[in-house]
């Protein structure tokens, strides 16, 4: 059974810091993987995909990274903006059918002005 | 066009009571799922459905039933309302698009608790 783990759970930084959040998965036999942001008492919103064949993909100020072999996924921040200020979750899709995705636990995030 | 839509926001029942959350979509997506978020355990896969007609269950699918009657429309149905249902209700769709691209769209959410 999948199951996804995100290290820290909670992390409090100074605004203008790069910071790096984990997500560890169990099983490498995955089809992609997605970081979201959650606000409070809003919805998931898609930050990354990355499918399984890559190993980063960039937006912005952000960067995800894939290693697959060791079942680890990172989100890079660089110079955080109180903005920035929400739950970071992984989440891994099993396969092609339907929408089989194993969520992390997510990490809250607040970046101090 | 409005993304995912979810009704109610929020929602208190009593325990044994019915009630049916709706969800719907206008972008054409053939996936729609339901999820579940609790405290510290991230979002659990309800129902999902891959198109019209065709439904499955996920990892916590007791005490919830789903149809797929139209492409817009996923509604969860709870049958027999317990206190172990309270939580945050999430619906999301994606499409089946292209080979790995599909993006998760999630809609506001539903507040749920049963007394």
């Known amino acids: 059974k999948q199951e996804v783990t995100q290290i820290p759970a909670a992390l409090s930084v100074p605004e203008g810091e790069n910071l790096v959040l984990n997500c560890s998965f169990t099983?490498?036999?995955?089809?992609?993987l997605q970081w979201f942001r959650q606000d409070p008492g809003k919805g998931l919103t898609s930050l990354l995909l990355i499918q399984s064949s890559q190993r980063e993909q960039t937006s912005g100020r952000l960067n995800a990274s894939l290693d697959k072999s060791s079942g680890r996924s990172t989100l890079y921040i660089a110079a955080s903006q109180p903005g920035d200020s929400a739950t970071y979750l992984c989440a891994v899709r099993r396969d092609n059918y339907g929408q089989n995705f194993v969520f992390g636990p997510g990490t809250r995030l607040s970046v101090l002005p | 066009n409005a993304g995912v839509t979810q009704t109610p926001k929020f929602q208190v029942l009593k325990t044994g009571q019915s009630m049916t959350l709706q969800c719907a979509q206008d972008?054409?997506?053939?996936?729609m799922s339901w999820y579940r978020q609790d405290p510290g355990m991230g979002l659990r896969l309800i129902h999902y459905?891959?198109?019209?007609?065709?439904?499955d269950q996920g990892e916590v699918p007791n005490g919830y039933n789903v149809s797929r009657s139209t492409t817009e429309d996923f509604p969860l149905r709870l049958l027999s309302a317990a206190p172990s249902q309270t939580s945050v209700y999430f619906c999301?769709?994606?499409?089946?698009?292209?080979?790995?691209?599909?993006?998760?769209?999630f809609g506001p959410g539903t507040r749920l608790t049963v007394l």
């Open positions: 459905s891959v198109g019209a007609g065709i439904t």
């Open positions: 999301a769709s994606s499409s089946s698009g292209t080979f790995y691209t599909d993006t998760q769209y």
């Open positions: 099983d490498s036999a995955i089809y992609n």
């Open positions: 972008m054409n997506h053939e996936y």
